[in-house]
């Protein structure tokens, strides 16, 4: 069994309990125009260029069958995206990894070998193995596998998906799964559809399955002004949660404008208006407030947003 | 931030954290008088200064002298120095005495050598003393102090230098060789009286005439440091005067009267010449009787208590100063006894607490983890950390006696081991610190590549094959191996030339009378103590490590490129050669927790190891040498003159300070880097230390969720037998702004490399250093 990721980052104690490592996967169904890891959409390995290394030996320019690469007036190397085919002969010619591949097929061994290095320190923290991406559930069959392994192995398992998925697939993993890191986007539809490309009907069906199925589930929202970030959101949040009375909570993730630089590796165009900031704590520490109003269970809030603040 | 890596959903948020970084090293004392005493310290310590009481009394009881011993002579002469050194005392302090005249000045050490030491941090400071140095002084010690001796007694090794030349002094010729523990707990039973009663009753009868000396010199200077505190009582008044009198000659009896004591003692260690790296005794279990005795009678709270603890942290500190260098005074609380026992009480806490309270770079604050320590007290730690930036630093019972009881050290002595200096071990009164040979991997690798010709030539006889002819990687390794022993022997044999000066010019018989078994034996401890454990020092060995892997991989395994090739390379500093570069970056790299180097580590290790055991012994009793990693400023400072090398790290820049990684290469994060650090062998190849610095961002320790998940990777470090660890809580924002504006970040204390320091202090390139090691 193999599939296909984009990194796999040990100590991560961000998503989940304890200290995890989290394996990302490739490939997502969502445009989210505030996507933070671009590189994770496509499913094919994507080229990143990063000049700044690039020690001008020409040596890709020989290799490149498309003639897509040149270097500018202080020997640094550019790409044209569009003759490029992604067709992967350049990087390996590439010594100082000015030019890379990201993106490679793996096999479940060759994913749990580093994930099973950290083993000691989940057992001390309560960690694990998280999923991301991407979206897990893009390659269902693998997500399932390694949630496999790593159960068998002992480890705890998160998966941070979207919830943009067959309910087949989900249910499948679900029985490997100690933890969805589920995402709640927008709540208006119309919305969503702008600015994801999908619907939400279907997340919001599979959220509810999920939460009948008995899986334990942290609902987690990216909070992004100027696209979600209002009052009305913040309701239908609390409005969600109400509903689903054995999650464990909800977390706000403010925006960040991190994602950027990397656009510009990848050849991303850049989708997010530069007037779109990250919101200052304040800001956070409102939106917290409001929904600890609502009566919903917050997790990771900032201090003083909320009296009582849980962890999962 | 990880820029260029996916960012999981959490970190895409990361800015409610990042909005508020808690500014480290900000000092809070405990009381105003306390914040006061901290002012008038720092102030003082603007430039180096000189203070020549010290130098001029010796001159002249010396001269006076010619006929008795040496030892008799320097007793006499520090007895001397305390009868007549003016005293003061800086407001707001609470505990007397100091190292010399002038508040923020070191004393000039003539019976020792001449030098500056420390400008090659501070350049600025280069020549500081120059024309401080009255030549009457010099004239009657360049041929009669320890350096001049050894100078006269060693042809082609370097002469004396005068105070004019400006030039860098060894500071083993410029101080005794410190990185010491005295042991305090009977000066606490029985005072400065009771130890100068057991010299009396060891010296009635003795007529052997080295040991008459000893006891004699020993004597002199008990009684001076007893006059010193007694003069000090007549200028002091109240409570402070009342105190000093009492512990001139009586024990103590209460907590405020043991701290005094024990700071007499300390100080006078110091002034007598083995103040350098000096950690006084497990303070917090010696004070805990007194402690418990007082707050029982209702004499004193835990506020004062911890004012008291700061006020001695405080004293440390102005204490640490010679010239532009910092003495690397230390404290160390807590432990485990040998059956597991924890040793960690509430004077343990509080120097903690009124260490991270003051935010200083000195003293360093030790803790001694072990399998049973109080978890509260860690994490307890750990908060504090994120306020002070790098204190406490930890060393592992569970990793360190067993290395000293593999150099003979008995269970009970190993698990009484103390931290002092940079990152050296120490048992109180017991055994001491000394380099005594050095391993330098990344010279023999260099010459193993040029056939012992070196980059810039002038190497001499070749010890193996030529490069050219070396085919395997084994016999590559080989001639890594014959070049390093070659170094290991060249180093000892000079470092025994300068042990045999100072048991000779460098007794200490005050400092001896805090080690067991001198006054039985009446004999100093240069001659010997307990136990005599030499240290042979490797440096840099996590480039060792890279080179090595680089160097199989490219040459031996991809043949890539020769050994001829790599050293054209490293020579040209890879101009021309960018691509050979770039395969060697690509090698794997330590503190990556790559599994490649599996069998490297262990092989940079036995390289040095088995010539080291088979050349070093202590000329004194045939003691094993222990191992250590050196690191103080030489993984800057010799970076700076280091040409290129063949883990593709370009000339001129950083070598790696800790153990784990060299700089800039650790890209697996924190659990890969403790990983690749236990692959090490502490108990057989570090007997006497390593040093891994692990950098977290400040909102890791800060936040008590990040905090418990710290706090569980480092319990498994630790139980994997991870030896030592210094953690860096820095958030890189922080440094960017400290480097753009100093003046407001003048409080921010940053550990480089075996010492820690004031960022603002530090050159450009040392801060830049620091900026680039990896953040997790
Ligand atoms: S191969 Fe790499 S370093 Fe060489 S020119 Fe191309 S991008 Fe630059
Ligand atoms: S990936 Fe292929 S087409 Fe694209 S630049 Fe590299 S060699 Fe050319």
Known sequence: MTGRIFDIQRFSIHDGPGI????????????????????????????????????????????????????????????????????????????????????????????????????????????????????????????????????????????????????????????????????????????????????????????????????????????????????????????????????????????????????????????????????????????????????????????????????? | MRHGRPFSRREFLLSAAAAGPVFAGVARPSTPALGELRRDILASMDYPRVALHRARVFTRVFQATEDKPWEVRKAMALREHFRTVPLYLRPGDSIAGSISETPGAMSLMAELGFGEIGTDMNPQWRGYLKGKVPPEIWQYWKTRNLWGRFAAANPGQRGPISPDSGQQAPYKFISNQGHLSPSYGELLKIGLGGVLKRVRDRKAGERDPDKLAFLTAAEESLRGVSEWARRYSEVLKGDLARIAAKVATEPPSTFHEAMQLIWFAHQAIHIEGHGWSCAPDHIDRLLLPFYEADKKAGRLNDAQALALCENFVLKMHDNTYWGPLEL???????????????????????????????????????????????????????????????????WNDKAVPDGLMGLGVSREDAYNYIAVGCNELAIPGQCYFNPGATANSMRAIELALTSGKGYRGGGKNPLASPAAELATFDSFAAAVGAYLRDGIERTYRD????????????????????????????????????????????????????????????????????????????????????????KLLAAPKHGNDDPRLDDIIPLVERLRDTPMKEICRDPRDGARFGNVHITKAAAVLTGRVTLATPDGRLAGTPLASSVAASAGVERSGPTALLNSVCKMNAAKSWQSGYQVNLRLQNVMLANQGNRDKVRAMLNVYFNQGGQELQINSIDTEMLRAAQKNPGQYRDLVVRVAGFSEFFVNLTPEMQDEIIARTAH
């Not at chain 1, 480890?155 to 100690?178: C, K, M, N, Y």
């Not at chain 1, 949040?237 to 990848?266: C, D, M, N, Q, W």
Request: charged share 20%; aromatic share 8%.
């Open chain 2, 328 to 394: 690397t005074q230390g404290l160390c609380v807590g432990g485990s006894t040998p059956d597991g026992q924890d040793l960690t009480n509430r004077l343990s806490w509080l120097f903690i607490e009124g260490g991270a309270n003051l935010a200083l770079p000195e003293p360093l604050l030790w803790i001694r983890w072990h399998p049973r320590i109080d978890q509260k007290f860690f994490d307890f730690c750990l908060g504090r950390l994120a306020q002070h930036t790098c204190f406490p630093l930890m």
């Open chain 1, 20 to 312: 995890r490592t989290t394996v990302f996967l490739k490939g997502c169904p969502l445009r989210c125009k505030w996507c933070h890891n671009p590189e994770g959409i496509g499913p094919e390995p994507q080229l990143s260029v990063m000049a700044a290394k690039c020690v001008g030996c020409k040596a890709c320019l020989a290799a490149c069958k498309e003639g897509a690469l040149a270097l500018n007036g202080s020997q640094k190397v550019v790409i044209d995206r569009a003759r490029c085919t992604s067709c992967g002969d350049c990087p390996p010619v590439c010594d100082p990894k000015a030019l890379e591949m990201v993106g490679r097929t793996a096999t479940v061994d060759e994913v749990m070998a580093p994930v099973l290095r950290d083993r000691e320190y989940y057992r001390a923290s309560g960690g694990g193995m998280t999923l991301s991406g991407g979206e897990p559930l893009f390659q269902p069959a693998f997500a399932g596998a390694l949630l496999k392994a790593a159960r068998a192995a002992g480890l705890h398992t998160a998966v941070e998906t979207s919830g943009f998925a067959e309910w087949a697939a989900l249910d499948q993993i679900r029985p490997d799964t100690d933890l969805f890191l589920y995402d709640y986007k927008e709540t208006d539809p119309h919305l969503h559809q702008a600015f994801t490309g999908q619907p939400n009907a279907p997340i919001l069906e599979n959220l509810r399955k999920l939460h009948a199925a008995g899986a334990r589930i942290l609902l987690r929202c990216p909070m992004i002004p100027e696209f979600n970030a209002r009052k009305e959101h913040l309701d239908g949040i609390a409005r969600t949660a109400g509903e689903l009375p054995r999650l464990i909570g909800v977390e706000l993730l403010a925006y960040h404008r991190l994602g950027s630089s990397k656009l510009r590796r990848f050849g991303f165009p850049t989708r997010m208006p530069e007037s779109v900031k990250s919101p200052d704590a304040e800001a956070v520490r409102e939106w917290n407030a409001y929904l600890a109003r609502k009566g919903v269970r917050l997790v990771n809030a900032p201090p003083g947003a909320v009296s009582k603040v849980a962890g999962p």
């Open chain 2, 495 to 582: 470092d025994m030339l300068v042990l045999k000066a100072t048991m000779e010019w460098g007794r200490t018989p005050f400092t001896s009378c805090f080690f067991d078994g001198c006054i039985e034996r009446a004999r100093d401890m240069a001659l010997g103590t307990k136990y005599n454990i030499l240290s042979c020092g490797g440096v840099f060995f996590a480039n060792a490590v890279d080179c090595l892997a680089a160097i199989r991989e490219v040459v031996y395994q991809r043949r890539e490129a020769t050994l001829v090739d790599v050293a054209a390379a490293c020579k040209a500093n890879f101009q021309g050669h960018e691509r050979l570069r770039a």
